[in-house]
């Protein structure tokens, strides 16, 4: 067997051959969407910070008070000593968000969804997902060894054709897509997908990452409303919402939650906190979405239905050089790279933020159609 390190070697020349080698980057936020590498400062348009709530005075001034009041760390999972004071709070005000019984919050996005999904499915299930859906639901269905199946993106009909065709097979059917699709900014049809879920009795989980506090929940939602407090919340976390007895279910049975430490009280105030200002604050709330629409019109690009907008290049050498290109200009803008998306779609992914201005969103734009990527 070759050693360890050559194995690693051998993978990572293997990646930088195709362009898909990762590294990391030390990278200091500064105030507003400034971004520090080495000894430059960027304008950002890869941070999921949606309000510039990770540095509000007054999550900070919450997050800084539950650290002095209930220490650093929680201790333990929530069933044992962990369930802190602050947990109650932050699920009020997440199921009051979402219109819901009740809230459980998770110690990561990543972490619901790998616990949740396999609590509501098994090997006897079926589990339909679109096409598009994030890496974490993905695995979340793998782990639950249920019968896993894709729909094409934001198809209705290859959904309802799927359900048509294999529902009968199997004892539960749970349906996975998200409100905000993380690399194409583009919406579900919620409200279509729960009627057709509810007609073939199936549940439907929605995973609004990219949704919170810019895309209100519509009048029809899924069963299982999944969510991350580490976007545009500003702080970690993640949460279901749903009705009580399934949270109660979650309780007992989504693994990642019964055997995984609570978070830290800090992070559960400063989550509270940036609620309460996305509720109040509705003009902080509608900003980048309309940054998004300035940026879509400045380009002639169909208008942005959220706060992400994809620059689609094709292969990934191309992605990485227009983000190199960029960054000369003093703009961080990611290049996203199968796998986390699709081969032959590589892009640029631009997320912007409320504390963008106008002149950052127009020069980078005329960057982009002078270097003919847009
Ligand atoms: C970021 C993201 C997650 C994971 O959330 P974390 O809190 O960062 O673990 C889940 N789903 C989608 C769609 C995401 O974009």
């Known amino acids: 067997m070759p050693a360890l390190d050559n194995v690693a070697k051998a993978e990572l020349a293997l990646l930088r051959q195709k362009s898909l080698l990762r590294t990391l980057k030390g990278s200091q936020r500064e105030e507003g969407v400034v971004v520090r590498r080495g000894k430059r400062d960027f304008i950002s348009f890869s941070c999921n910070d949606y309000f510039g709530l990770s540095h509000h005075p007054h999550v900070i001034a919450a997050a800084q008070e539950a650290l002095v009041q209930y220490g650093a760390g929680a201790g333990a999972s929530r069933l044992v000593t962990g369930n802190h004071p602050l947990y109650d709070a932050l699920e009020k005000k997440l199921a009051a968000v979402k219109g819901t019984e009740a809230a459980l919050v ?6 619901a969804n790998l616990g949740v999904i396999p609590a509501l499915a098994g090997k006897n299930d079926l589990i339909l997902a679109d096409r598009l859906i994030h890496a974490c639901m993905i695995d979340g269905a793998k782990l639950s060894g249920a019968v896993f ?17 294999h529902r009968g097979e199997f004892e539960r059917c749970l349906i996975l897509t998200e409100t905000v699709f993380s690399m194409d900014g583009d919406l579900a049809p919620i409200a279509d997908l729960a009627k057709l879920a509810k007609k073939h009795d199936a ?16 009048g029809i939602h899924a069963d299982i409303q999944m969510g991350t407090l580490s976007k545009g919340a500003g702080a970690y976390g993640g949460y279901v919402c749903a009705s ?15 055997f995984s430490t609570a978070l830290p009280p800090s992070v559960i105030a400063a989550a509270t906190e940036s609620l309460a200002i996305m509720r109040k604050d509705k003009k902080l709330t509608q900003k980048p979405l309309q940054h998004a629409r300035t940026f879509t019109r400045l380009l002639g690009k169909k208008k942005a239905e959220s706060a992400i907008v994809p620059v689609m290049l094709g292969e990934p050498e191309r992605a990485l050089e227009a983000s190199a290109r960029l960054e000369e200009e003093g703009f961080l803008v990611a290049a996203i790279r199968p796998p986390t998306v699709p081969q032959g779609t590589a892009r640029l992914r631009f997320a912007f933020s409320a504390l963008h201005e106008a002149e950052h969103i127009g020069r980078v734009a005329s960057l982009l159609k002078k270097f003919g990527y847009a």
């Not at 549940?203 to 519509?218: C, N």
Request: glycine residues 10%; negative net charge.
């Open 106 to 111: 998770f110690g990561s996005g990543y972490l």
């Open 149 to 165: 199946m894709r729909f094409a993106h934001n198809n209705l009909d290859h959904c309802r054709l799927l359900l048509e065709e």
């Open 203 to 218: 549940w439907l989980l929605t995973d609004d990452a990219h949704g919170l506090g810019l895309i209100p929940p519509g």
């Open 244 to 258: 009580r007895p399934v949270i109660d279910f979650l309780v007992n049975s989504a693994r990642s939650l019964v």
